[in-house]
């Protein structure tokens, strides 16, 4: 079941690839796993998986501690700063840096473990009050003190869109993110690379990579609905 769906999400991602006239190795699906059990991660590993997203903690070591080295565990949830220090030598990239603090706190802890962490910056496009992230204006000042911390290293930017019923309701969401990032990289801010955009979801992410994603996070359309208990 895992399989197919991984097929039938692969075989969308390559119709929106050639839609875009972009090559298929610019995009990486990672697998949102958050609250499934190990068991699904292993069925979809045998279907040549690498690239899981956790929102949680202590799900991301746990996964990670189980299941084989060569995987890469995404951080696409909000994090504490008191848990920084479970997952700073774990994570393959955190998606969800937002304040100037928790990258102080990311980079003292890598620091102390000795490497240098991977982060995405958090916008919140839409200005939604409910979610996390910075706004497209904030950004370039939180960029400008973010970049001077030596065991971190700016990869690009993150959003989640809002939840539409229409795909295309979100496109100028992307397509302003995108927009975003090749501002900053025109800037060419040290310590700061623009060549991650992680966008998309189960609803939204042909549309994302039409607009430039190069991280999509697809959860549901895998593993099915998840079931909070
Ligand atoms: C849960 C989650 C996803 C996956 O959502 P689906 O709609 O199930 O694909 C993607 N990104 C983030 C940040 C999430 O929390």
Redesign the pocket.
């Known amino acids: 079941m895992i399989c197919d769906n991984l097929k039938v999400v692969e075989t969308n991602i390559q119709a929106a690839c050639d839609r875009a006239a972009r090559n298929r190795d610019e995009v990486t699906l990672i697998a949102?796993s958050?609250t499934k059990p190990l068991a699904c991660l292993q069925e979809a590993i045998a279907c040549g998986q690498v690239d899981f997203?956790e929102?949680k903690v202590q799900d991301l070591t746990e996964k990670y501690e189980a299941l084989p080295k060569n995987l890469r565990f995404h951080m696409?949830?909000h994090l504490q700063r008191n848990k920084v220090k479970y997952i700073v030598d774990k994570v393959a990239l955190l998606h969800s840096v937002d304040s100037l603090r928790l990258a102080e706190t990311i980079n003292s802890e890598a620091s102390k473990k000795g490497v240098i962490v991977p982060i995405l910056i958090e916008i919140n496009v839409a200005e939604e009050e409910t979610k996390f992230g910075v706004t497209c204006s904030e950004v370039f000042g939180l960029l400008e003190e973010i970049s001077k911390l030596p065991n971190l290293k700016i990869m690009g930017l993150m959003t989640?869109a809002p939840f539409v019923s229409n795909p295309e309701e979100n496109r100028l969401i992307f397509r302003r993110l995108k927009e975003l990032s090749v501002d900053i990289s025109a800037k060419n801010m040290n310590n700061v690379n623009m060549d991650i955009l992680s966008m998309g979801?189960?609803?939204d992410y042909e549309v994302a990579i039409e607009e430039g994603a190069t991280m999509v996070?697809?959860?549901?359309?895998i593993f099915g609905e998840r079931n909070y208990v």
Request: proline residues 0%; hydrophobic residues 35%.
């Open positions: 949102v958050k997203g929102n696409i949830g989640i979801m189960t609803g996070r697809v959860g549901t359309g």
